[in-house]
Structure formats: C-alpha cells, structure tokens
T-cell receptor
C-alpha cells in the first residue's frame, strides 16, 4: 500500500532533549516536506526536499533540522526542543512532476515539549 | 509572495444545508489548485484538484469546486452536507514555474450538526 509513515504518533519530551521524528515513503517520491499544524495558523512548512541531498528552508525552519540521505526517508530533528515547538507535525511527499501531483500526508506526530 | 486566503475560519451548519467555503490566492500566473480535507484525528487527504479545462471540478463525497480566474478564487461547494463532513478543509495552490512549492490556506473548520 502506498503510504507515508511517521513515527512516533505521540511524543512527550522535556525542554532541551534532542529528538527525531522519522518519515518514510514507499512511493519513490522525489519531493518530501515537513509541516507543523497549529490552531488558527493552519499548515506551515518547516523544511522541504526536492530530492536526495537537496533540502531547503520553508516558512518556519528555526529550531529544526532535516536530512535527506536516502530518497525514502526524511527525518525531522529537534536538537534542543522548546515548549513553542509543541505542535502537530505532518510529513508529506509528492512525485517529482510537482505541479500536477497532490501531496500524500503521513498520519501526524503530536509533540508536547514541557 | 504568494498567499492563499480562506475567509471562513469556522463554519457551523445543520445537516442538509448547503456549503460554500471561500478560497482566494494572490498569484497572477498559471496556478494549480487543490482542496484537502482533514477528518478529526486524521491526516490530510486530497478532496479535489484543478489543473486545466473545465473550471468546475468534482471531487469525492459530492464535493465540487469552481475555478474563477478573474476572481482568483477556487471555492468549495456541496449542495447538502452530512454530519460525516465535519472536518477541517484546506485550500492549496501550486504555482507553475519555480519549484512548485504548495502554499496552504489557514484552513476552515466545518462542524455539521445532525
């Protein structure tokens, strides 16, 4: 089944403790992206990747890192999480043709930083 | 910068009422348009999309949207809503040219009372 898999679904951590949220897709998609969803603010893009070893900042990249060493994986790294990073995070992917392709979303990771 | 505006942030309807959710974008060139739906506790899913041709597009579950180029709009409609349509709805725009990074509106929360 074609899907985007995120782990974990729920994560509670403390300020400053490094964490990684994994994202993997099995559709051979070139484009992958991370979003955070907050009430009243909708979806905001954190980082995106057009292909392996190519990553770019989105609208809200501060406090986050990503890597794209393999086509299928696009982990989101919080080196020193802070409470303002408490949010619902979604990974998404899309085929390389871009304009004609909708995004496929993972099931989300709800992160709480205390 | 390109922006996508969804003017209705919260909509409350009774079952069988008609629905229209507004979406306007600011980019003047060729665009491709999407509506995504997020049911409670779930990830975003594609509802419908417009690339070219007939400006009235039909999606899943009886939804449709009309692209009006002169008004830079892509409003979502459904003649008769059901309780199961309770969800958050996001409009998104891909701009042709560049890297086709999708821009999302802030979302509209729809609650349908039985």
């Amino acid at each position: 089944e074609a899907q985007v898999t995120q782990n974990p679904r729920y994560l509670i951590t403390v300020t400053g403790k490094k964490l990684t949220v994994t994202c993997s897709q099995n559709m051979n998609h070139e484009y992958m992206s991370w979003y955070r969803q907050d009430p009243g603010l909708g979806l905001r893009q954190i980082y995106y990747s057009m292909n392996v070893e190519v990553t770019d900042k989105g609208d809200v990249p501060e406090g986050y890192k990503v890597s794209r060493k393999e086509k299928r994986n696009f982990p989101l790294i919080l080196e020193s999480p802070s409470p303002n990073q408490t949010s619902l995070y979604f990974c998404a992917s899309r085929s390389g043709t871009g304009v004609y392709s909708p995004l496929h979303f993972g099931n989300g990771t709800r992160l709480t930083v205390t | 910068a390109q922006s996508v505006s969804q003017h209705n942030h919260h909509v409350i309807l009774s079952e069988a009422a008609s629905l229209e959710l507004g979406c306007n974008y600011s980019y003047g060139g060729t665009v491709n348009l999407f509506w995504y739906v997020q049911y409670p506790g779930q990830h975003l899913q594609l509802l419908l999309k417009y690339f070219s041709g007939d400006p009235l597009v039909k999606g899943i579950k009886g939804f449709e949207a009309e692209f009006i180029k002169s008004k830079f709009s892509f409003n979502l409609r459904k003649p008769s809503v059901q309780w199961s349509d309770t969800a958050e709805y996001f409009c998104a725009v891909n701009r042709e040219g560049g890297s086709y990074i999708p821009t999302f509106g802030r979302g509209t929360s729809l609650i349908v009372h039985p």
